[in-house]
């Protein structure tokens, strides 16, 4: 059995002391820039303190506990399957990026201005195109450059699609509807590749965290539409931010069960991960 390895935790662990310094750093000397009201549809009441929204501020923390026990288990080779080690930095570039969403969410929810309402989509751009590109290239058969490139242009598309500013039923905004696009891919390519012979996954962490997530998404919604009350600590989108973190977990679980069997495409592939 391969020894276990502190390299994952260690640099997750950077990540979310750099990422988490920046953020109260840009918060506490305005670099974000003004208030200018991003993010004041999610109920809660802007205060007169340097953290605008506090419960919908301090729940990110949950994104980057899911991402350092991503990197704890990223750790321990007994513990990932037997198709994630075949992919060396994915999971740990994987736990970097859930811990990025919770400073990417605080910076807006803590200033409500421009500059920090695009960080948060954009953390949210990057989990859903590095879900749907590990998807897609397990379902080639391919590398992590492959990943890698499909990520990049994943994250360029959001970005585009994000750019129209006009308003969108349920979800409210462009950047959202790319960013559930791209967990709908995710979430079918993973039922596909679970039916397809050649690896075997515990479909019960998948089946968890789209509950999970479509629990949060609920509670995302009644909280816009009645469940408010704009001075209470007990915030839905405080909730969705929870429940998002441990979806996030959840999906890794699902990765981390995955099994390979015998299938000639599957082996390609592997080779040249390998290789490469």
Not at 37 to 48: M, P, S, Y
Not at 212 to 222: G, N
């Amino acid at each position: 059995m391969p020894p276990s390895s502190p390299r994952p935790l260690a640099v997750t662990s950077a990540v979310a002391l750099v990422s988490v310094g920046l953020v109260v750093l840009a918060v506490g000397r305005g670099w974000l820039g003004a208030d200018v009201g991003r993010g004041d549809e999610f109920c809660e009441a802007a205060g007169t303190g340097w953290v605008k929204q506090p419960a919908n501020t301090w729940s990110n923390l949950g994104f980057v506990v899911a991402g350092l026990l991503v990197a704890w288990r990223a750790g321990r080779p007994d513990r990932i399957g037997q198709v994630l080690p075949r992919n060396p930095g994915v999971a740990t570039a994987y736990a970097c990026v859930v811990v990025l969403l919770g400073p990417g969410s605080a910076a807006m929810h803590a200033t409500q201005s421009a500059a920090g309402g695009h960080l948060d989509v954009l953390s949210m751009y990057v989990l859903g195109s590095f879900a749907a590109a590990y998807a897609l290239m397990r379902w080639f058969g391919r590398d992590r450059w492959f990943l890698a490139q499909v990520f990049s242009l994943a994250v360029a598309a959001c970005e585009l699609v994000g750019s129209y500013d006009g308003a969108v039923p349920v979800v409210l905004h462009a950047g959202n509807l790319a960013f559930g696009a791209l967990v709908l891919t995710a979430v079918l390519l993973e039922v596909a590749l679970a039916r397809r012979s050649g690896t075997r996954t515990d479909l019960r962490w998948g089946a968890a965290a789209v509950a999970t997530i479509l629990v949060a998404f609920a509670i995302w919604t009644v909280s816009r539409h009645g469940w408010c009350d704009p001075h209470s600590w007990v915030q839905g989108h405080a909730a969705w931010h929870l429940l998002g973190a441990v979806s996030a977990y959840l999906l890794f679980r699902l990765w981390a069960s995955e099994r390979a069997q015998a299938n000639p495409r599957l082996a390609s592939g592997s080779s040249n991960i390998r290789s490469a």
